[in-house]
């Protein structure tokens, strides 16, 4: 089982930027395709961002498309979220999410803590 622990949440202005680090221990993070997720006051957790094992494709959901970038370096077992041109909207608690092919595609076996970003307006 690997064990994921997100970092890089703070508070910033409307326009500024965060970059989230999501650091993996326990496991061989090129084994995962990797996820973020975020979930705001009162709302349903939802999808941001995917990258596959190999960083070769990546996926973001519309909202954040030109905005958010996802990489990975797998030799440092480590996947992260770069988010600029930031809006009050994306106020939420940011989660990494590591899916194991083993157990299913898309299944998202492994979650970290999460991490707080919070834009203020």
Request: charged share 20%; net charge positive.
């Amino acid at each position: 089982q690997v064990q994921l622990v997100e970092s890089g949440g703070g508070l910033v202005q409307a326009g500024g930027s965060l970059r989230l680090s999501c650091a993996a221990s326990g496991g061989t993070l090129s084994s995962y395709a990797m996820g973020w997720f975020r979930q705001a006051p009162g709302k349903e957790r939802e999808f941001v961002a995917s990258i596959s094992k190999s960083g070769g494709i990546t996926y973001y959901r519309n909202s954040v498309k030109g905005r958010f970038t996802i990489s990975r370096d797998n030799a440092k077992n480590t996947v992260y979220l770069q988010m600029t041109i930031l809006k009050p909207e994306d106020t939420a608690v940011y989660y990494c999410a590591a899916d194991d092919p083993r157990k299913g595609f898309g299944s998202y076996d492994y979650w970290g803590q999460g991490t707080q970003v919070t834009v203020s307006s």
